[in-house]
């Protein structure tokens, strides 16, 4: 798909219809991949979102995934918030706990 956008010469005219078309998909696509990875190589990334290996760094870290310096891969932003989502259960079990002895 990716190579069909960009790679022909679109008219002027139809050119920032074109340009639109991919941005939207490639965000679409780049939601998907938080979705439903929780890591996640460069070079796949690259090849799901269109873009060369080296372009993927600016559009994924800001979508807030962070890459791991040892294995070179990319944690997604849903992997993230999972962490948080574990975080904040524990905090609403130790809540629960001290209503309970309050409560007693």
Do not use: C, I
Request: charged share 20%; hydrophobic share 45%.
């Amino acid at each position: 798909m990716w190579q069909a956008l960009q790679g022909y010469q679109w008219s002027p005219q139809v050119r920032p219809f074109v340009d639109a078309l991919v941005a939207k998909k490639r965000s679409d696509m780049l939601q998907l991949l938080s979705e439903g990875y929780s890591m996640l190589s460069a070079a796949k990334a690259a090849s799901l979102l269109g873009l060369a290996e080296g372009e993927v760094a600016h559009l994924v870290e800001a979508a807030g995934w962070k890459q791991d310096m040892e294995s070179g891969m990319y944690h997604t932003a849903a992997q993230q918030a999972a962490d948080v989502d574990l975080e904040g259960y524990e905090n609403l079990r130790q809540l629960a706990q001290y209503m309970v002895h309050l409560e007693s």
